[in-house]
């Protein structure tokens, strides 16, 4: 009954099925099939057959030969490669049979590796690198990176040890090619920063400080002074961290400065209101400006400190504030000449900072590298590249961006941008590209 509802749907009465095409099977000797243009007599019947009956030949009653084993097929590639000629509609024998033996193999798709799923098992950990932890088992991956963030080196190790423990045999495996001549890869970095959380004790510090010795060498002291990072301003510099540092007294608080000695008379009021910023009680103000006072000896100006162990006394002996850092800048000895070919661009001709300058004293060892910050010393205070919000031109023009720090991580970056700044219209001032070093409180 369902056979016959199927023809009745698609006019035809008698319920037969006949047809003039060659019934040899598929893949049969291509020989065999002698072409010819005469039209073949399924052809002329099918136009004279109504609309439900013009449907392609091959139909469920019609299965009988295609059930059947194909013939071989001499090469798998020529059927493949002639897929396009066995589209049209009817004459599958015939398009077999005009396959040419000579056709081209298709360039083959890369082969990539499959990943089962069985090869993901859930199992137990173990291994060399694999230790005990309060959850359960687990590994530390210890990597060292450049300046962009591309891994120099690493080290896979249990997780229970500290980080501070793995410093060396992280470092040590840190192997960077030459790149224009062959020879041993390079091993020791010019410098290293660390994060202070974790490093400020042991081995460890002396591991990873050892190497910024080198860079501060190279460094004359400009001074030393307290300040905190500050927060990004909304809706500006899009290209600094949320947190950053700056040497600059246009964003940040900085002391000392001419509110903290007696020679400067301010009012006791406005003491107070300084002195609160970094954390320092009211009651300590009088014996704050008398200490100071007295470390500014030789007519020093007050906008910094001479030397390292004074501004840790001043931090330690009045200082609340757990966030206020002793910040260190050093101008890079290449840059000396430039620095007193510059001295006419200020009023004071760098009065404060030139004196410290004049000392060739050598930027303290040790500490954290921050970067290096374009500053331009005009009256007894610096500008900065910040003023000019020269971070998006920084990397528009010379594809710099700040690094964690809000600054700039190499010198010859640094020189480039203020170079800039002074050609494109900064206010008169000594621009220099200064580096900046976060002291720690203990030595």
């Excluded at 900072?353 to 205070?381: I, M, N, Q």
Aim: hydrophobic residues 35%; aromatic residues 8%; contains cysteine.
């Amino acid at each position: 009954m369902r056979d016959k509802r199927i023809q009745q749907r698609r006019g035809r009465a008698d319920g037969a099925i006949r047809s003039a095409v060659d019934r040899r099977p598929v893949g049969e000797n291509p020989a065999l099939a002698p072409e010819t243009t005469e039209t073949p007599a399924w052809r002329a019947a099918s136009r004279q057959r109504p609309q439900g009956a013009g449907r392609h030949f091959v139909d469920f009653a019609q299965r009988r030969p295609l059930v059947r084993f194909a013939g071989g097929v001499s090469f798998p590639g020529d059927l493949l490669a002639a897929a396009a000629g066995l589209g049209g509609a009817r004459g599958l024998g015939g398009n077999l049979a005009r396959v040419s033996e000579r056709v081209e193999r298709t360039p083959a798709t890369e082969v990539e590796r499959i990943v089962y799923g069985w090869q993901f098992c859930s199992g137990e950990k173990g291994g060399d690198g694999v230790g005990k932890t309060k959850r359960g088992r687990g590994t530390k991956w210890m990597v060292v990176a450049d300046g962009k963030g591309v891994p120099l080196g690493d080290y896979l190790h249990s997780v229970s040890p500290a980080e501070v423990k793995l410093a060396e045999t992280t470092l040590a495996s840190i192997r960077v090619r030459r790149r224009y001549h062959p020879g041993r890869p390079r091993q020791k970095p010019e410098r290293g920063i660390m994060d202070r959380g974790g490093w400020h004790r042991g081995k460890g510090r002396r591991t990873i400080c050892f190497m910024s010795v080198p860079l501060n060498s190279e460094h004359i002291s400009g001074g030393y002074f307290l300040s905190k990072p500050i927060q990004r301003p909304n809706g500006a510099f899009s290209l600094l961290p949320e947190v950053f540092f700056t040497a600059s007294h246009c964003f940040a608080d900085i002391a000392p400065d001419l509110w903290a000695v007696d020679w400067e008379s301010y009012p006791h009021k406005d003491v107070a209101e300084e002195a609160a910023k970094f954390g320092i009680p009211a009651h300590l103000t009088a014996e704050l400006v008398q200490w100071v006072s007295a470390q500014m000896v030789g007519g020093l100006h007050p906008n910094a400190f001479l030397t390292l162990p004074i501004a840790r006394e001043f931090l330690r002996r009045f200082v609340t504030d757990n966030g206020v850092q002793i910040i260190g800048i050093g101008l890079h000895t290449s840059l000396l000449p430039s620095f007193y070919s510059r001295l006419e661009k200020d009023v004071n001709r760098g009065y404060g900072l030139v004196d410290r300058v004049d000392r060739k004293e050598l930027l303290a060892d040790g500490g954290s590298v921050l970067g290096y910050e374009p500053l331009g010393y005009e009256g007894v205070h610096f500008h900065s590249w910040l003023c000019h919000s020269a971070t998006d031109e920084a990397e528009k023009l010379f594809g710099v961006r700040p690094n964690q720090n809000g600054l700039i991580s190499k010198l010859e970056d640094a020189i480039q941008i203020t170079e800039n700044l002074v050609k494109t219209g900064a206010e008169p001032a000594i621009w220099e590209a200064w580096l900046l070093v976060n002291y720690s409180l203990e030595s």
